[in-house]
């Protein structure tokens, strides 16, 4: 498999640009074609241009080849393949302010939480930053620029690493894709337009703390005892509760930002009024919001 161009950063892509020989103009059409959604071959560059990078990137990291959409409210659901004939999912939902979309991180996950169907054939592999970037622009793009839109003002306003895998495990790719979404000369959005799901991997939320990057960090939690919590979510057997918690208090003395607990609802399990109050104390006192979910 080749590279992925969407990797660069901006000024990457102008060093890039420079060391073939070419002169720096080329990144920004580059750079605005790959944010349009454009394979590199339907960028508008000279063909020998062209011919270098294609010796080198993919031509097309991540491309739609299924749709479904919702009779109810509209929601997409999108099959992506990606250029070694991996497939991965994503969802586009429409809200008053515009989309929110849902990225994968990962081709399958290693995390094994029971009620996830994403674990179910283990870890393929991490995604790269771009191949995370390149499933927004063409979704994007299939809002804004076949409807004679800017992308860069389009579509997709939000973000949420919620799809298959697990963000936090692939960390420094996340880090990227971040950065490289929220570069002014690119996609531009605020990281406190994206949140970022995990099953509480405690030294990578010290970590992301520290990076600056103030995304809203949303923590699967679904019990309110570590042994409850193990039942479904092996993660818990290295990571107690009270230390995703201490975690959560150091992020958002360093951000700000309030941070969100998923708990999904399952019967016989952890959704009783027992388990409410119980919710109640562990929770009581934090500046946190509990986002109850159903199971599928």
Request: neutral net charge; charged residues 25%; hydrophobic residues 35%.
């Amino acid at each position: 498999m080749k590279s992925v161009l969407q990797d660069l950063s901006f000024e990457e892509l102008e060093n890039l640009i420079l060391s073939l020989g070419e002169k720096k103009f080329r990144a920004k059409q580059l750079y605005d074609g790959l944010i349009r959604g454009r394979k590199i071959s339907e960028i508008n560059i000279p063909a020998d241009l062209k011919n270098k990078l294609l010796e080198s990137f993919e031509d097309e990291p991540v491309k739609i080849i299924k749709t479904l959409v919702s009779e109810l409210d509209g929601t997409e659901k999108y099959l992506f393949q990606l250029a070694d004939g991996n497939v991965i999912e994503g969802v586009l939902m429409q809200y008053e302010y515009g989309y929110s979309q849902c990225v994968s991180t990962q081709v399958g996950c290693r995390m094994g939480c029971k009620f996830c169907a994403s674990t179910l054939g283990g870890l393929v592999r991490n995604l790269s930053a771009g191949e995370i970037l390149s499933q927004i622009y063409v979704v994007n793009a299939l809002h804004t620029v076949k409807k004679g839109r800017n992308p860069a003002d389009g579509a997709v306003k939000k973000v949420v690493l919620m799809g298959s895998g697990e963000p936090l495990d692939n960390y420094d790719n996340v880090v990227k894709f971040l950065r490289n979404l929220s570069a002014p000369e690119g996609f531009n959005r605020s990281p406190r337009n994206v949140s970022l799901s995990t099953c509480g991997i405690v030294p990578k939320i010290y970590a992301l703390a520290d990076e600056g990057i103030d995304v809203n960090l949303t923590i699967s939690l679904h019990q309110t005892t570590d042994e409850g919590r193990a039942r479904t979510m092996p993660i818990a057997k290295k990571y107690s509760i009270e230390q995703i918690l201490d975690a959560c208090t150091y992020y958002f003395n360093k951000t700000g930002r309030r941070y969100i607990f998923e708990y999904t609802l399952i019967d016989d399990e952890n959704c009783d009024r027992e388990h409410a109050q119980e919710l109640i104390k562990l929770l009581k006192g934090r500046c946190c919001h509990v986002n109850l979910i159903r199971l599928n």
